[in-house]
């Protein structure tokens, strides 16, 4: 593909610091780089604290499982989203309870979410889809916990308070796609002192430097590398200018795509949208992607909805048409900071003459 669906953003900042990184020998998950990472994370997060992890995924299964979230329980998880919260709440052994989307958000529908509520519910999974935040204070409003995938949301606000800071804890992705980035990588962010102790346990064999080869609890490996850690200091340094330049991609797209044969997500006036990947809205989908694709653009389906798909509809208690009818209609554009003008234009364009026939 000529035109990449996202690009990685490196200004010889993130090259300098692994280079450092491995010039002193720093390479593991015990090296200070991992908690210069954590800290700056928490500072844009507003958390008091943040764990890192290897991956996103494995930051969602760790923090299950320091919540107590196993066997016999259910996570409430939106049906449309990208699969990982709902394989993270199948590796810890509980259900997810798949729940339909609201149309003006494309987050959980908390209408939904209340009516999924069994004695078994131990969490929701309130996904920041697309960088925009879900009805959090609604969802509070039902008394289960509430934590925040933020994956796709950094630099996006919910009621003026950064994503990554909503519900009892958050994660986020680093993973080489996402706005900030590591390679691979995630962390959990949370305020309550408990629960990132039991988290940094469980991310580290349930072990502490105080007592090596001593374990109260079951662990595992899910520590994110030093070398990562240095790169992801580098990214999170440049953090305003990453989220700005997606956001500026995407205030673009929306600007100058705007037609009754291509519509955006509406954003709720209590967010600022964390933009990752822009996906717009057409009417004959598949058609406009194989368009864009023959023209060597990266465009691609959005996800199908997890009711619809093997390993998940067997989770889902209700109708799910929200999720079906949007997986069915939109597809991702490429977005990344710092895309050309140029770059832009001819993926305009191209969308713009498809979406035409
Ligand atoms: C990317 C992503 C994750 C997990 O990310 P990895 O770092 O790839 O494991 C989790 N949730 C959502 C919504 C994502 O988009």
Redesign the pocket.
Known sequence: MRIPLSNISMNGSETRAVGEACAAGLISGTGPAVREFEQLIGRRAARAHVVATG????A?EVLLLALGVGPGDEVIVPAW??V??AAAVRRVGAIPVLCDVDIDTWTVDPQAARSAITPATKAIIA?S?LGHAAKIDELLETGVAVIE?A??AHGGTYMGRPSGSLGLASVF???AN?SISTG???CVAMDDEDLAEQVRLIVNHGMTSARPYWHDVVGTNARMSNLAAAFGVAQAQRWTELTRGRQQVAARYRSELSSTSITHRPVADWVVEGSWIHVVRVADRDAVVDHLRRKGIDARPTWPALSELPAYRVFARSSCSVAAELSRSTLMLPTWAGMGVDVQSEVISELQSAAAR
Do not use: C, I, N, R
């Open positions: 991956s996103g995924t494995l969602l989203t990208f990982a919260p996904v889809l995938d994956a796709q992705s680093f993973h996402k691979e990588g995630g």
